[in-house]
């Protein structure tokens, strides 16, 4: 990676709670948060959601980084719904971590599947996204979507989003495409909603949900991603998309979007490393979905 260009430049401006996040700051985040992100978006197609005056500038999504990418840097070549490709960057080390600072984006999402079988998704995405602020329904409902996956004989790990919500992930062997695995996971959905009817709904339309948590699962239709773990949002301080141990879910002060960049740092040099360093070992089979 060559050197860092504009390394005083303002990505995240200073709140009234955070100080200021540069391009130099964030660069030094990538690095440090390396041997914990890496693992989670390494062989994945990514895509970046890119800033080049800092947040408050005009944003877009990148997705093909054929045409920008430095020579070095690998890319995925995935197959167009409507035909085409897109040639996906791949961040495979600290250095390609470090040229998601240098091109000024803030936000990494990444997709279920890995390079070498981009058909069969290895990673169940199931988002809890509420209609309110009301984050401590949202805490619940993930505790109880947890058990109704364990029922399916699948194993939930929790992300908070760093924006509303939570991500409850299962790892999964690869033996179904993504549209069954999208089949299974609308099923559970469903099953959640029948449960508790006056608090989640399915409805993709927001005038149609109230004040109710959408039980949202897109993110594992053909094609589709989801923030990556550690990766910061574009949102006012920066809060980063964090894993957390199960347990963590259990605490009523839990936030999902409490931890700045420098507090995730803290938190891995606490716990001692990344709380789903071994998810992989926990992948099962994911059910057949409902004929």
Known sequence: MSRLTSPEKVLWPATERTPAVTKADYAAYLDHVAAAMLPHVRDRAVSLQRFH?????????????????????????????????????????????????????????????????????????????????????????????????????????????????????????????????????????????????????????????GSRIYVDVARNAPAQTTVAPYSPRARAGGPVAVPLRWEELEDPGLRPDGWTQRAVLERLDALGGDPWAAIRRSARGCPAPPA
Do not use: Y
């Open 53 to 209: 005056g800092g947040l408050g500038s005009s944003g877009f999504f990148q997705k093909d980084a054929a045409k920008t990418a430095p020579a070095w840097l690998r890319t995925v070549t995935v197959g167009k719904r409507g035909g085409g490709e897109v040639h996906h960057p791949l961040l495979q080390d600290r250095r390609s971590l470090q040229w998601v600072a240098q091109v000024n984006a803030l936000t990494v999402h990444v997709a279920p599947v890995r390079r070498d079988r981009l058909d069969r998704p290895d990673r169940l995405t199931i988002d809890l996204d509420p209609s309110s602020e009301d984050f401590e329904e949202v805490r619940v409902a993930a505790l109880a979507l947890g058990e109704r996956l364990r029922g399916h004989g699948l194993v939930p790990h929790a992300m908070v989003t760093g924006s509303r919500g939570v991500h409850v992930v299962c790892p999964l062997r690869r033996t179904r495409t993504a549209t069954e695995v999208n089949a299974f996971a609308a099923a559970v959905a469903a099953e959640e909603v029948a449960r508790d009817p006056d608090h989640l709904t399915t409805a993709f339309h927001k005038d149609e949900r």
